[in-house]
């Protein structure tokens, strides 16, 4: 499987997820005193954060691997623009399950900090994997 396959980045969002549903459950239950409110804001990420990603890491595939040099200036950039995708995703998601846009804005704004260098980790951690096959954009 090569790194530009559609298959490889479900596999990734995959892995991203479990990760960042994690973070957030924590979170949630942490900020709300209910884990049953980590539990549902982390679930019903599952589903949007999953699509979301897998859009987000096919539309950066290329500047990624046509710049390798830059790789650490590109991951920062990628993650910036993905954080700001997935904290509006938080904040609404947590708002509309909480009833308060208080809540939401503080899981938001906690979870910048959090994702953000688990992100950036993440990226760094498949980046680094050797893949066989021919890196070639034909599979993009």
């Known amino acids: 499987m090569n790194y530009f396959?559609?298959?490889?980045?479900?596999?990734?969002?995959?892995?991203?997820?479990?990760?960042?549903?994690?973070?957030?459950?924590?979170?949630?239950?942490?900020?709300s005193n209910e884990w049953t409110f980590g539990l549902a804001v982390g679930a019903a990420e599952l589903v949007t954060k999953l699509v979301l990603y897998y859009v987000h890491d096919r539309l950066w595939i290329g500047a990624e691997h046509r710049d390798r040099h830059r790789s650490h200036t590109i991951h920062v950039f990628k993650t910036i623009t993905w954080r700001i995708l997935g904290t509006l995703d938080t904040i609404l998601l947590?708002?509309?399950?909480?009833?308060?846009?208080?809540?939401?804005?503080?899981?938001?704004?906690?979870e910048i900090l959090t994702k953000m260098l688990l992100y950036y980790i993440h990226e760094r951690i498949w980046f680094q994997i050797k893949w066989s096959g021919n890196m070639s954009s034909a599979d993009v």
Do not use: C, E, F, N
């Not at 298959?7 to 479990?18: C, D, E, N, Q, T």
């Not at 708002?95 to 846009?101: D, F, R, T």
């Not at 809540?103 to 938001?108: A, E, K, P, T």
């Open 94 to 110: 947590s708002w509309y399950i909480s009833g308060s846009l208080q809540l939401g804005l503080q899981l938001g704004g906690v």
């Open 5 to 31: 396959s559609p298959r490889l980045h479900i596999i990734k969002a995959i892995s991203w997820r479990i990760t960042g549903s994690i973070d957030t459950m924590i979170w949630g239950w942490v900020l």
